[in-house]
């Protein structure tokens, strides 16, 4: 499993940071989302999963 970030559609509501902060960040100028890595770790997929879906722009993807 892999993530993919689109920054381009991101709105910057910061669910993904609160949700699992070692993968993501906000941009400090727009606080749109950075993608810290892209693989997560085996403890990470289930609250990983649900930031995807929860991502309010569609802004985050998952490559399998």
Request: aromatic residues 2%; charged residues 25%.
């Amino acid at each position: 499993m892999r993530v993919r970030v689109d920054s381009g559609v991101c709105v910057g509501a910061g669910l993904c940071v609160l949700r699992v902060p070692g993968m993501f960040d906000q941009d400090d100028t727009d606080g749109t989302v950075v993608l810290l890595r892209a693989d997560p770790d085996p403890g990470e997929e289930d609250a990983l999963l649900k930031t995807v879906t929860s991502c309010p722009s569609g802004a985050l993807q998952l490559d399998r």
